[in-house]
């Protein structure tokens, strides 16, 4: 045990850059999933169709496993920064398009005939009445996505992309058991971090009416609680 | 149209416009009988018209085809004379005021911000929209106050009255609502409809109103289409036509097999005070008999009568007695109308 804290003390300065890369590649990834998702998400929520393609490509790639998306991305284009990044977007991914279609695809739709009926393009009923009204789902999404994504970058070691703290968890040998539990507690908390920040900003966008709504109808709170850390 | 500035309180600026149904036929894919059936019938300007009938009538799709949240094919509708195919679609819908069941106000924008949509897309103002909002308020009788409110803060007859306030904005000529008191309890209900009546005096619209509710269509129509299975017109006409004079056993059975007690409701006390024998003779032989106020419909009046079991009863105006008006005097007045 006081091996595991002097780990800490002792490498200080190699997990303050494992972790600050560790970090950088889940935010890089996760953006690149919600910058995808969202677009998407929303006009297929709008238009109210292919939800049933919506949510199977959804399900298929979120059972996936990341080792085989990286394995295979070894055949197509390598080792590298490139291969873990597109196996983080993938795991990322459905989880805020499934949450940001149906966010979308449920609001009301009294609200949203209201809106066509008093001239609101399609355009301003997505901008202006759907999205707004869905940003707690959406948000929810992406917290959920963050957490897989940050417990799962670690194996950028395995797709050959050095200086994650993959690089400690994967070696055991070179690090003992204190280190990789060092490791792993540092993602864990990466996780959680990254899911009360994100948290924060959730109820800042949240707007005031739809709080209120959902104090008023819990039943309609319809967000699902993230899923716990999937640590290594 | 979407230029038209309202400057009066009111907004009585813009004039309100008739609707033409000229030979309108709809027809779902897939559907053998059309949703609605070679539909002729004017809305002359600022009257209201409701549209009743029974599910599957095309109540609702001929209401819809105003401002072609639904499309037809042949026939053809015109507002002011204008046919709407001839005006780009959104630009139509913001000049016609639409009021659902569901009121559908936006839970994330405050009731200025909902009241405030339509006129802030159309660019107006700041202070031009903040000066609407609050008339608009005034004019369905909410506090100012509730400007920074949001819906979910609401009653469910408040959150309609937004709904009004909201259709409203930009002084649309003609109106579309679409059940839009169906979902108030009956209190509510009542109040709000007598308070759109009141509004309506104010403000000329056009208005196309569907409902379920007979009683409500005779309440609130200057004129009532009955429509049947397979969207086909049986009768439009007044209230009181309907009710005299239904076309035929079908509007008969709608419009209820008490059609005579209705159209008691159609008249005020003070209608048949006057006309009748010694209404001027303040020193009734009645002096007993229960007071009715002048403005109560002939219904209450009976309703009255009945109650107390007196010969007459007695109407008054703000406390001044107009005269008496017995039960012969009530049949009379319902049973010549007729002819």
Known sequence: MSSYFAFFGDNAALLAELTLVHILLSVFALAVAVVLAIPLGAWIGHLHRFSFAVVSVGNVLRSLPTLAIIAIGLALYGFGIINITVALVILGFPLVLTN????VEGVDPGTVE?????????????????LPSAIPLISSGIRTSWVYIVATAYLATFAGQQGTLGDIISNIEGYGLSGVLAAATISILLAFAGDALLGLAERALTPTGLRLLAERTPAADAEPAPAAPAAA | ?????????TGTERPAADIVFDHVTKRYPGQQTPALDD?????????TCCLVGPSGGGKTTAMKLVNRLIDFESGDITIGGQSIRSVDVTTLRRDIGYVIQQVGLFPHMTIAGNIGVIPGLLGW???????????????????????????AQLSGGQQQRVGLARALAVDPPVMLMDEPFGALDPITRTEIQDEFLNLESEISKTVIFVTHDIDEAIKMGDRIAVLRQGGVLAQYGTADEL???PADEYVADFVGADRGLKRLSLRRMREVVAGGDGASNGASPYADAPSVDADATLRIGLSTLFASGAPAVQVTDGGRLLGTVTLDQLQDAVAGSSS
Request: glycine content about 6%.
């Open chain 1, 100 to 103: 940001t279609f149906t966010a």
């Open chain 1, 114 to 130: 209201a809106a066509r009926g008093m001239g609101m393009t399609g355009w301003q009923i997505l901008t202006r009445v759907e």
């Open chain 2, 1 to 9: 149209m979407s230029e038209t500035t309202p400057t009066s309180r």
């Open chain 2, 39 to 47: 539909l002729s019938m004017t809305v002359p300007a600022g009257e």
């Open chain 2, 125 to 151: 103002s700041r202070d031009r929209i903040k000066k609407r909002t609050d008339e608009l308020l005034d004019l369905v009788r909410l506090d100012r106050s509730f400007a920074s409110r949001y819906p």
């Open chain 2, 243 to 245: 009710l005299a004079h």
